[in-house]
């Protein structure tokens, strides 16, 4: 090719244009809302419960020519991420992650709030808060970084985690609204956080919170979100719709 040529070349395909016809090298991370829990079929990846229904694969399927690798795995904390993060292809162009739920003690903020009081509820969903605040934001920058310094020429994707409920909704069982209320707050707290930290990293984040609105527990419209279920570990997680209206379809409008 010559140089004039390959000056026009470069020029009509730009950056996206060479990365797109060149194939992406694609890693996705994170907990279990990246690892698809809850939108079922799990194949063999055993107690990491990658879905092939997750938001991951969903963009990998649609994007021929992509290079997918699965790394989220349920139950993943920050520091679980940053020995994700050694997987990641070296030469990796795009990588997506959710994560510091369960850091902030996700599964215990929903337990108290099934079995305890009003106060008992919003008493630890305040502690949560706290932590995210305090603890959490070094924790998410020291996993960005990782992330980074592992895939140095990745754009890195941040997506945040929904709100639970519709307040007031159309239940009429379970949680009262004043824990529903509490829970919402907690989400909407970890997502700012979250945000703020992305950007310091200079990542992209995904906020799904509007993508979910409407589709929350107690919506009046089809759920994205299990409420208490069997099996249990698919509680307050996203469904097959979930993570194809509620994660997906964001991230595909964030990074095509």
């Excluded at 694609?26 to 990846?45: E, I, K, R």
């Amino acid at each position: 090719m010559s140089t004039a040529l390959g000056a026009v070349v470069l020029s009509t395909l730009g950056v996206t244009g060479l990365a797109h016809a060149a194939g992406t090298v694609y890693a996705a991370l994170g907990d279990s809302y990246s690892s698809g829990v809850g939108a079922g079929s799990y194949g063999s990846s055993g107690s990491c419960y990658r879905s092939s229904n997750a938001y991951g694969q969903l963009w990998a399927n649609a994007h021929s020519g992509t290079s997918f690798t699965f790394l989220a795995c349920s139950g993943a904390k920050t520091g679980d991420v940053i020995s994700q993060a050694n997987s990641i292809p070296s030469n990796a162009t795009l990588v997506t992650v959710t994560v510091g739920g369960n850091d902030a003690g996700f599964t215990d903020v929903i337990q108290t709030c099934t079995l305890g009081s009003d106060a008992d509820c919003t008493n630890r969903v305040n502690t949560a808060k706290t932590y995210v605040n305090n603890t959490l934001p070094a924790l998410l920058t020291n996993t960005y970084n990782a992330i980074k310094a592992k895939a140095p020429g990745a754009r890195l994707v941040v997506l945040s985690y929904p709100r639970f409920y519709t307040v007031p909704g159309s239940c009429w069982v379970g949680l009262s609204d004043t824990k529903r209320s509490a829970i919402n707050s907690g989400a909407d707290t970890l997502a700012s956080v979250t945000q703020s930290r992305a950007a310091s990293a200079g990542a992209t984040f995904v906020d799904v919170r509007s993508s979910f609105a409407g589709h929350n527990i107690c919506s009046s419209a089809d759920d994205y979100l299990h409420s208490l279920t069997w099996p249990v570990i698919e509680s307050y997680h996203p469904t097959a719709a979930g993570q194809s209206g509620g994660y997906y379809a964001p991230l595909r409008g964030a990074i095509g």
